[in-house]
């Protein structure tokens, strides 16, 4: 069952959120070639925890990280580590911040230094699909509407969209209806609502859409070892059509 959301409550989720677009506007500038992703994730913790906040993936079905650190061929769920990142490389970080009940969902990719032509159009193609499917998320449109322009977007680039991981809902708990994969055709699935609020989260592939999962039981890898970016935003749906709670 999707779950409403009042103006009051739709403002308190902006609180959270906007701890979480915090985090990223301070990360930003440091991300260079020698930081590690334990640096990034300390930094994280410390901006939410001084925000009166919780990291909530710490703990979350035995997680242990306040972040996701996900470099290269790791779609998402990557573990933080202490190898530093290098040049050409790119990450996804990202963090749920849980404030006052509430909970604020995003992942940003960074390029770390100077990548390759490839990468660079895979982040760049990948944040237009984020950019596209919020475009659609209108009161009265559909989910297809959403995902299709996704789909539409990433394939016609030459790249692939995950569907083993899923957008969701989200206010006082993380994964709350609507569960969704960002394919799919217009005018077709549930109808966006006012009052509704979800991320918006595409995962876009260099070459296959197929994952594995690693021992760890978490890190999820695109199956041919290609590269994978993700840019995430919880948005809320009002009158005027689509609210970015994460905007930076």
């Not at 739709?10 to 677009?21: P, T």
């Not at 963090?95 to 990719?109: C, I, K, M, P, R």
């Not at 895979?122 to 950019?131: A, G, Q, W």
Request: hydrophobic share 35%; glycine share 10%; charged share 25%.
């Amino acid at each position: 069952m999707v779950i409403l959301k009042s103006k009051h409550e739709i403002e308190a989720i902006r609180k959270a959120c906007q701890v979480v677009a915090e985090c990223h506007r301070t990360i930003a500038p440091l991300i260079k070639p020698g930081i590690t992703t334990n640096e990034i994730e300390r930094i994280f913790e410390e901006i939410i925890l001084n925000h009166g906040a919780k990291p909530y993936t710490k703990g979350y079905k035995g997680y242990q990280y306040a972040t996701c650190a996900s470099v290269n061929d790791v779609i998402a769920h990557g573990f933080p580590s202490d190898k530093p990142l290098e040049e050409g490389d790119i990450v996804t970080i990202d963090t749920v911040a849980e404030l006052d009940g509430w909970l604020g969902d995003s992942a940003w990719n960074y390029a770390v230094g100077k990548i390759s032509p490839t990468a660079e159009k895979l982040m760049r193609v990948t944040k237009e699909c984020l950019d596209l499917g919020i475009a659609q998320a209108q009161p009265g449109n559909r989910l297809g509407d959403v995902t299709s322009a996704i789909q539409r977007h990433a394939e016609s680039n030459g790249f692939g969209v995950v569907r083993d991981l899923l957008a969701h809902g989200i206010g006082r708990d993380l994964h709350e209806a609507p569960n969704y994969m960002h394919v799919g055709k217009p005018g077709k699935g549930l109808r966006i609502k006012e009052g509704m609020v979800f991320t918006i989260e595409p995962m876009i592939t260099e070459g296959t859409y197929y994952m594995s999962i690693d021992p760890d039981g978490w890190t999820a890898r695109t199956l041919d070892r290609k590269l994978a970016a993700q840019y995430e935003h919880t948005i809320a749906i009002t009158a005027d059509g689509p609210q970015i709670l994460t905007a930076q």
